[in-house]
Every structure is written in C-alpha cells, then in structure tokens.
C-alpha cells in the first residue's frame, strides 16, 4: 500500500509547477530510526541518534509541496539539498527559497539569515532582517511538526531505506486530502 501511495507523490520540479509559489520555505530535518548494520551512516552527529535527513519545501502558507527521499542521517542539510537538486531546480524556475543558516552558501535564488561574524554583533538593521525572515519560515517549521505527528517519524523500527517510501506516501496523502 506504501508503494502505491508513493508512485503518486509528485516530483519537485512538478510539485513547483503545479504550486507556481512567488517564493518556498526549505528545511531539513533528521527522522529517528533504528540502527542497521554498522549505523555510522545514519548516525546524526548534530542529534546524537541514527536517523534520516528529509528535506521539505513548503509554500508560503506552510502547504506541503514535497518531501525528499530520505537520505543518511549524517548529511548536512545543504549537501542533502544539492542532491535532490532543489537550489538548482528553483533558480530555473525563477522560484526563490528562504532557508535556515544550515543552507548558507547554497547559492542560487536560496536566502539565508545573516551570521555574525566572529567576535562581532550584527547590526540593527541585519537583526531586524533575521527576524523577518524566522517568521517568513515559520510555517515550515509547522509542516515539520506535521510531518512528525506520523508515528513512524517519532522512532521508526524499520529500515531507513524504507522511509523514503513512507514520505512519499505521506506527500501523496497530504497533496491529494
């Protein structure tokens, strides 16, 4: 049934299309699973468990547009997000991305809050930015939240492999409800 529900779940080019949003909000996030094999893979060094890395874009609302396949637990949001080709995909459709700090640098149509350097603050205006942006992005959070309730993404004791089936599903679900 995971399977049929998955073929259903759109593609990110298509999800975009079909949305046409002015703009998209993108985070990534780590799904607890169970340890397989050796876990050095899917262990998150940033959670301090295994897991897997899902990428979400969602419109400015918080609607879910697309969830990623899930990849190993220990991939930086940015890497995870070169991979499944989002920056580039949304600079081609002219769609722009606001993002988290784990995605500065990514380039492209991404805009990401400002970091102070070290031993430095940031300035009135750039904090006053920042706090724009974290309420601009505050739906994602949300749709992560949702993404979440699924009991199989509190702990899943199944393969991480198989996760990707499951987002796919919910994507479906989510989308076509």
Known sequence: MTGLLA???P???EALREAAPDYVLLDGAVAECDQLGDGTADYSGKKKR???NIQAITGED???LWFSPALPGRTHDLTAAREHEVVSTCEELGIAVLADKGYIGAGGS????FKAAMGCE????LRRFNKVHARLRAPVERAFARLKSWRIFRHARCSPN???SVTAA???????T
């Open 11 to 13: 593609t990110l080019a």
């Open 50 to 52: 295994h897991g897997v």
């Open 62 to 64: 918080g609607t879910i």
């Open 7 to 9: 073929d259903h779940a």
């Open 162 to 164: 198989w996760l990707s």
């Open 170 to 176: 919910i994507l479906t679900l989510t989308v076509h």
């Open 122 to 125: 940031l300035t009135e205006k």
């Open 110 to 113: 991404v805009e990401t809050p």
